[in-house]
């Protein structure tokens, strides 16, 4: 898990490698790959989930930060066919952080 954390690219003739090295075991490609898979799942969490939450973060965002402005931006053809629209990228202009540095850039009294 520790591994996969650091490096969640890591190759999986890498791990097999490892666990040989470490523990004395040989384990399958497909074994490996299954493990890694269910480690990043742990690690970093599901993508799918973080995705759907992604609009709340956004209503949270602009109800704390009056003035913040939020766009998400979907792909506007999916390269698959899904009900689902394809993430691409998200903006944000926190407004707050903006007035900080108008102070900041005029100087603090």
């Given at each position: 898990?520790?591994?996969?954390?650091a490096n969640p690219g890591v190759p999986i003739y890498v791990l097999q490698d490892q666990l040989?090295?470490?523990?004395?075991?040989?384990?399958?490609?497909?074994?490996?790959?299954?493990?890694?898979?269910?480690?990043?799942?742990?690690?970093?969490?599901?993508?799918?989930?973080?995705?759907?939450?992604?609009?709340?973060?956004?209503?949270?965002?602009?109800?704390?930060?009056?003035?913040?402005?939020?766009?998400?931006?979907?792909?506007?053809?999916?390269?698959?066919?899904?009900?689902?629209?394809?993430?691409?990228?998200?903006?944000?202009?926190?407004?707050?952080?903006?007035?900080?540095?108008?102070?900041?850039?005029?100087?603090?009294?």
């Amino acid at each position: 898990m520790d591994h996969i954390e650091a490096n969640p690219g890591v190759p999986i003739y890498v791990l097999q490698d490892q666990l040989q090295k470490q523990y004395g075991v040989n384990i399958s490609e497909y074994k490996a790959f299954r493990a890694k898979a269910v480690a990043i799942k742990i690690t970093i969490g599901d993508y799918t989930k973080q995705y759907g939450v992604l609009r709340d973060y956004v209503l949270e965002l602009q109800k704390t930060n009056e003035g913040t402005t939020v766009k998400i931006d979907v792909v506007s053809k999916p390269m698959y066919s899904s009900p689902n629209k394809q993430f691409k990228m998200v903006y944000v202009y926190l407004r707050p952080l903006t007035k900080v540095l108008i102070i900041v850039s005029r100087g603090m009294p």
